[in-house]
């Protein structure tokens, strides 16, 4: 697993040990930024269930301003700690003003005031029916008015929150490789 594009493009990223996480792969990160294009410079982004933060990761090497990991997990934090130590290296020591917070990303809450204009979704797949409707009550709260949250679901499966419109859907929604799909709030 690597950096697909940006100033730390090729970076190879640490990945904890275990089939307890499922980040996404390259090629299918690679096609979703490639999508968001210069959308991403100066944002800030929140990566819920980061995993590795290859998502997080990916943005900031692209040119966002900086954002927050929510990750359970404490060998996936510590991985996601070493990796953005490897990717603000590649930037010139610049993190973003990043931060990893290890907890459950149903119980994790922003500083008060933070407003997040990219949201990386990527719960387990077996867990999506059950904390979506959550989850999506509560990043409304703290995505800014045109924010876009990037929602990473198994192809075939058609969820869709409450509240929120899907104008974008990459991937083949009946087979093969996850889809990734535009939200925004309705």
Known sequence: MRITGGIARSLKLKSPKGD???PSADSSRERLFSSLGDMIRGKTFLDLFAGTGACGLEALSRGAEG????????????CIRDNL??????????????QVCLADALKWRPVSGSHFDLVFLNPPY???E???????????????????VIFEM?????YKPDGWHEFKCLGKRGKGDPTQRFLRQA
């Open 20 to 22: 307890f996480i499922r």
């Open 85 to 98: 130590q490897a990717v603000a290296k590649a930037l010139g020591d610049r993190d973003g003003s990043c």
């Open 126 to 128: 077996a867990m999506i």
């Open 130 to 148: 059950i904390v979506t409707t959550r989850i999506f009550e509560s990043i409304g709260k703290w995505i800014s008015p045109q924010g876009l």
């Open 154 to 158: 198994p192809a075939g499966l058609d």
């Open 67 to 78: 954002g927050c990991f929510v990750e359970k997990n404490r060998r996936a934090a510590q």
